[in-house]
């Protein structure tokens, strides 16, 4: 697998279905970290991964202790609107995981304060604009990682 693409605490089911269709064509991993603002079953995230969704390589995970947890010894980098470098300066590394937030919020500051925590951030050149969509900004990390190691 190339990437281990991690949502926390994911919002809006269409954006996590997206995100796993990305998953599946990338053939990275998808995890979730509850709580989830949907169920699984909702039709909106089957609708937006189509007919993919049983073939997604799928982990779930109580909460973020538990994630973290499981993955204490990995490679991780962690995306969020208030990084310090940029998505491109990153060195990605196969099976690594590519963190990212909950919608309405982002990642916790208890995570991006965290001095071991690498922080990156998808540039944005207008000052209206506080972030892009979660499914847009995966892809765009994902895609830039498979360039890299290519």
Do not use: C
Not at 57 to 66: M, R
Not at 118 to 126: D, G, M
């Amino acid at each position: 697998m190339a990437f281990n693409i991690v949502l926390i605490e994911p919002e809006i089911p269409n954006n996590t279905g997206n995100i796993g269709r990305l998953a599946l064509a990338t053939g990275a991993k998808l995890h979730l970290v509850k709580p989830f603002g949907f169920e699984l079953t909702d039709k909106r995230l089957k609708r937006a991964g189509l007919d993919y969704w049983q073939h997604i390589p799928l982990f779930t995970y109580e909460d973020q202790n538990a994630f973290f947890k499981a993955h204490k010894d990995k490679k991780m980098v962690f995306f969020s609107s208030h990084g310090k470098k940029d998505h491109w300066s990153i060195a990605y590394e196969r099976d690594m995981f590519l963190v990212f937030g909950k919608e309405s919020v982002g990642l916790p500051k208890k995570i991006l304060g965290d001095k071991n925590t690498a922080v990156a951030t998808i540039p944005l050149k207008s000052p209206h604009i506080r972030s892009l969509n979660l499914a847009n900004s995966v892809a765009i990390a994902v895609y830039e990682g498979l360039r890299q190691i290519k």
